[in-house]
């Protein structure tokens, strides 16, 4: 382990990755990311085997990451929501090509150009499959300094360890807040497992392919069948979420990121004048943590999911819940950073219409 | 004994070729392989298709292919070389591939001087969805998107991107060959080979574009698209070494 740093979370990102061994980086000016991509021009040329590339688009940042990646390496891109549309082509190829990369979204005030500030509207879009076709990925939403630093090295380990692309979810807020980080130790590249499917030339092996075209619809179907399998495989082994305060609790807030922090505030706010309040904040969101929520709804009938947004991972609450609880929403959306006063008036406000009793 | 004179190169793979009669896509494929034989570069050697008729390319050429994204083939090929900068990289792209949906890419990579070689076929036709209008089409030219022939005010010139790639900084050698006759095959080999070599020495980017027949959606005869090649197509794209920094190598 290394000495506690005061960082950015945008550095933060770039250094874990750097690493994690990520020896290529690809990406294209847009704000509120741009810190990470400059760090990412220092680091890699100061790395023998590092490469940056400025791109001429997001669409070729992401491209130029497929063909680092079919060559073997630990790769990385990133960009913030309109940029994050343009990488979806090569999303989806990642994916049916099965490739390991990470790509980070800061995301922003949308749709469309939106604005700069930080929101939670590309939850759709990350968790769905956000390209063409039959796909999911990983989708990882750090809270805090440590985290981003501790989840930017599990990206690159899942996108290697299930061949995937695995996407880190934060926000404009996540990228400029300073917070002291002790990142791991750099890893050590020649300890990681050879990929045996990779590109490198022919010498001395058949030739290898790899390919996303199966004009064969057996072929395509079996493709499918397979990424689902590993998508199930998923599922199972990586979920995780974070639970504060939710012990004993009555009424418990679901929020990932930037609005989990807001609501951890509201809820030890709450807890201070008696109110048995709890937050449970998903790590993952694909996969989504829903049997903790679902185990959860045996002592908790009310749940309310807390977005910076007009409601997209409620979706994900309520299917994780399969009606066994009451689902509560509260989005601000566009940009808006809602106080932890306001979260704690909200929840207020609900837990005393549904009967949970006031101030105790 | 009798001498061998003719044989399968050896980084052709035994596949029936699905290309069309007397589609180039079969001589250009035979001349890649022969080539990287000659040059003794075929196992070090990652290969690039694109969308469209030789997106199958990866079932001929036994070396490693990468399929890239419709367009896409330069950064691709971008991403692959710079991790693996002694490894020989080549794109394989159409006209609609590369000099319409893939042009910011192309521009972008030869402008960085990425030192890989493309390799673009220019039959001024969509081939696999159909015969629709490419970026190539000639003026007056019927497609199924030009029913009534290219129309300037309508549809634009054709364009020459081999020309626009000429002026970026990081290109060192162009040229424009054709298939359509036994001379012009052995021609586009020699600068097959002259890009390959360019590469090797890490000299820049390399690309030769390849005027090649398409009978199929030209509706002619094989022998009809050779003449209509050397009649009517040349005289827009005329053959010529369009950029040498390279000399003899
Ligand atoms: S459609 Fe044209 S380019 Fe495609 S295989 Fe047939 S002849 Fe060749």
Redesign the pocket.
């Known amino acids: 382990m290394t000495e506690k740093q005061l960082m950015r979370g945008s550095h933060v990102i770039g250094e874990a990755a750097v690493r994690a061994g990520c020896r290529f980086y690809a990406g294209y000016p847009i704000t509120p990311q741009n810190e990470l991509t400059e760090y990412m021009a220092g680091a890699m040329s100061r790395i023998e085997d590092g490469v940056f590339i400025q791109a001429e688009s997001e669409l070729a940042a992401v491209n130029m990451v497929i063909g680092a990646a079919m060559a073997g390496a630990r790769t990385m891109t990133s960009s913030s929501s309109p940029g994050v549309s343009l990488k979806q082509e090569g999303i989806s190829y990642l994916a049916a090509q099965e490739l390991p990369a990470v790509i980070v979204n800061t995301m922003r005030g949308g749709p469309g150009l939106g604005n700069i500030a930080p929101s939670q509207g590309d939850y759709f879009q990350a968790t769905r499959g956000g390209g063409h076709g039959d796909y999911r990925h990983i989708v990882l939403a750090p809270a805090s300094g440590q985290e981003l630093a501790d989840l930017t090295r599990t990206a690159f380990e899942y996108a290697d360890r299930y061949r995937t692309p695995v996407m880190i979810l934060g926000d404009g807020m996540m990228g400029q807040m300073m917070e002291p980080v002790t990142f791991p130790e750099p890893l050590d590249l020649t300890g990681l497992p050879d990929k045996p499917w990779k590109l490198d030339g022919a010498k001395g092996r058949p030739s290898r392919v790899i390919l996303s075209l199966l004009l064969n619809t057996a072929l395509e179907e079996e493709l499918n069948w397979k990424l689902f399998r590993k998508y199930e495989t998923i599922a199972q082994e990586i979920p995780a979420a974070e639970t504060f305060m939710t012990e004993d609790a009555r009424m418990v807030v679901i929020a990932y990121g930037t609005a989990a922090r807001i609501a951890k505030g509201a809820v030890k706010a709450l807890r201070e004048k008696g109110l048995r309040v709890g937050l449970l904040r998903p790590v993952t969101l694909w996969p989504f943590p829903d049997r903790v929520i679902r185990d959860m709804s045996r002592s908790v009938a009310d749940f309310l999911a807390f977005e910076m947004s007009t409601g997209q991972m409620v979706e994900d609450v309520r299917l994780a819940l399969e009606g066994r609880a009451r689902v509560h929403f509260y989005g601000r959306p566009g940009g808006i950073v809602p106080t932890p006063d306001e979260i704690a008036g909200v929840l207020h406000t609900r837990y005393e219409r549904s009967g949970l009793g006031g101030l105790s | 004994m009798a001498k061998k004179i003719f044989e399968r190169p050896r980084y052709l793979k035994e596949n029936v070729y ?3 009669p ?4 079969s001589i250009i494929h035979r001349l890649v392989a022969e080539v990287l034989d000659e040059l003794a570069i075929g196992e070090r050697t990652i290969g690039v298709p694109p969308a ?2 030789a997106v199958l390319a990866y079932n001929y050429l036994d070396v490693d292919m990468g399929e890239a994204p419709h367009g896409r083939g330069a950064a691709v090929a971008t991403g692959i070389k710079r991790m693996l900068p002694d490894r020989i990289v080549f794109t394989y792209q ?1 006209d609609g591939d590369i000099a319409a949906i893939g042009t910011a890419e192309t521009i972008h990579a030869a402008n960085r001087g990425e030192n890989v070689t493309v390799i673009f076929v220019n ?1 001024g ?1 969509y ?2 969805t159909g ?1 629709q209008m490419a970026p190539t089409t000639l003026l007056g030219q019927s497609s199924t998107t030009t029913p009534g022939g290219r129309d300037r005010s309508r549809d634009g010139m054709p364009i020459d991107l081999s020309q626009m790639l000429a002026v970026t900084g990081g290109s060192v050698y162009i040229e424009r060959t054709a298939v359509h006759s036994p001379k012009h095959v052995r021609r586009t080999k020699k600068a097959l080979a002259k890009a390959f070599k360019t590469q090797m020495q890490g000299l820049g980017f390399s690309l030769v574009e390849v005027v ?6 030209w509706k002619m005869t094989p022998a009809d698209a050779c003449r209509w090649i050397e009649e009517t197509i040349l005289s827009f794209y005329p053959l010529k070494v369009i950029k040498d920094e390279v000399g003899d190598i």
């Open positions: 699905h290309y069309c007397g589609c180039g896509h469209g008729c159409g039959n036709v081939g696999m015969g090649s027949q398409c009978p199929t959606n």
